[in-house]
């Protein structure tokens, strides 16, 4: 088969293979997930919850405050994109100057930092 090359042992059973990534890179890729699925299968589970308290503990380095009127605003979005805007803010934790920032001119009443305009699209 072209793009996929088997390595043989001294008695022609296949030990190994080459595969042309370029061609088949997505397919490789879906094999790999199968295959960490397989090996992960018995293991230990968390909840979302844990692992998000542990990635807070470890890489978070800001807090992002919302005001309980834009909380509001952002539960009574459609469910798919409220979570959109609700993981694109916890991101800001981790980077609160994400590629394509805008500074805004001009300071929020009471706030300690300067406002910024996000570049994403919901």
């Known amino acids: ?13 296949k030990i190994a293979v080459h595969i042309d990534l370029g061609r088949y ?3 490789w890729e879906d094999f790999y997930d199968a295959l960490t699925i397989e090996q992960r299968r018995n293991d230990e589970r968390i909840s979302l919850r844990e692992v998000r308290k542990r990635l807070a503990r470890c890489v978070a380095d800001y807090e992002v405050v919302v005001s309980r009127r834009a909380a509001d605003e952002i539960d ?7 979570l959109r805007v609700y993981e ?11 590629r394509g920032v805008k ?14 305009r996000l570049p994403w699209a919901l």
């Open 25 to 27: 890179g997505e397919l």
């Open 76 to 82: 009574d979005l459609p469910k798919p994109i409220a």
């Open 88 to 98: 694109k803010l916890e991101a800001l934790g981790y980077e609160p100057r994400p």
């Open 1 to 13: 088969m072209e793009g996929i090359h088997f390595v043989t042992d001294e008695n022609g059973h």
């Open 103 to 116: 500074k805004l001119r001009g300071s929020a009443k009471g706030m300690a930092h300067s406002r910024r």
